[in-house]
């Protein structure tokens, strides 16, 4: 079963074949924990700053289980597509910014960005979400703008209509 979604077919089944496929992912051994959403996955561990290093080591040596885990399961592993992100207080963030805390995936080093989209969420370092509200309200007034041009030939239901599910 299929349907089409702006001129691509999905099968309706595939998300569900997906978990199904990779539910004993959660079984390699590693030292972090995994969380999924569909097909994005993410693995996070809490540390002490004073271990950075070896956390780093820990979170290197969870992705090779990974990677190897998916290439058994003839999945692949992007590290283009991979993101860091440390969450701390601005102090230990501060603390770290000298610090050279990367991990590495299929030979590419991975280093940790300032924000992350997520799910349609811009995650910060601190987690202020600033990043994430300047984007929507940016969004919000694009789409404002655009429907200004063509407010003079809406009645006001079909113009409140289009404001609320463009904007709100």
């Known amino acids: 079963m299929y349907y089409n979604s702006r001129g691509t077919s999905r099968s309706i089944l595939g998300p569900a074949l997906f978990n199904i496929y990779i539910n004993d992912l959660p079984n ?17 561990l809490a540390f002490p700053i004073q271990d950075i290093e070896t956390t780093a080591f820990k979170l290197t040596r969870d992705m090779e289980r990974i990677t ?27 603390k770290l910014s000298g610090t050279d805390f990367h991990i590495t995936v299929l030979g590419e080093k991975i280093i940790p960005l300032q924000t992350v989209k997520d799910l349609g969420m811009t995650l910060d370092s601190s987690l202020t979400y600033e990043k994430h509200i300047v984007d929507i309200v940016s969004k919000c007034i694009t789409e404002l703008c655009q429907i200004n041009r063509v407010k003079h030939i809406l009645d006001k239901h079909t113009l409140s209509l289009i404001i609320n599910a463009l904007v709100f």
């Open 28 to 44: 390699v051994r590693k030292e972090s924990s995994l969380e999924f959403y569909v097909d994005d996955s993410k693995i996070y």
């Open 68 to 94: 190897a885990w998916c290439c058994i399961n003839s999945l692949l592993v992007n590290p283009k597509k991979t993101k860091l992100l440390l969450l701390g207080t601005s102090q230990m963030l501060k």
